[in-house]
């Protein structure tokens, strides 16, 4: 049963920083991709970061450059690192699964909130 478990959001200043990590199981974690999508208020959901099997990793436009992307294939955990947040960044942020391809499943979810 594949499940990933999200940590790490938080209520932060403007400017500061913040770490999600995601804790997959029940699959064979480091043979796929996984991303980091966010979701704000009023707004549809948005790939952030993605990452490959061989750690190749792509970023929004709106991220690059303060976002970074990572994984541990030895702790099956996918993490985040987001630097110098903006309101803008205000959001729910899920780690997902293979991000396109076939293999759709979500964390829970976890809220960050940037304060100006």
């Known amino acids: 049963q594949v499940h990933l478990e999200e940590s790490g959001g938080g209520l932060v200043q403007s400017g500061g920083s913040l770490r999600h990590s995601c804790a997959a199981s029940g699959f064979a974690f480091s043979r796929y991709p996984m991303g980091w999508y966010r979701q704000a208020p009023l707004k549809e959901r948005e790939l952030v970061a993605t990452?490959?099997?061989?750690?190749?990793?792509v970023y929004a436009p709106s991220v690059k450059g303060r976002f970074t992307i990572s994984r541990d294939n030895a702790k099956n955990t996918v993490y985040l690192q987001m630097n110098s947040l903006n309101s803008e960044d205000t959001a729910v942020y899920y780690c997902?699964?293979?991000?396109?391809?076939?293999?759709?499943?979500w964390g829970q979810g976890t809220q960050v909130t940037v304060s100006s």
């Open positions: 990452i490959t099997s061989g750690g190749t990793t």
């Open positions: 997902k699964t293979d991000p396109y391809g076939p293999m759709n499943f």
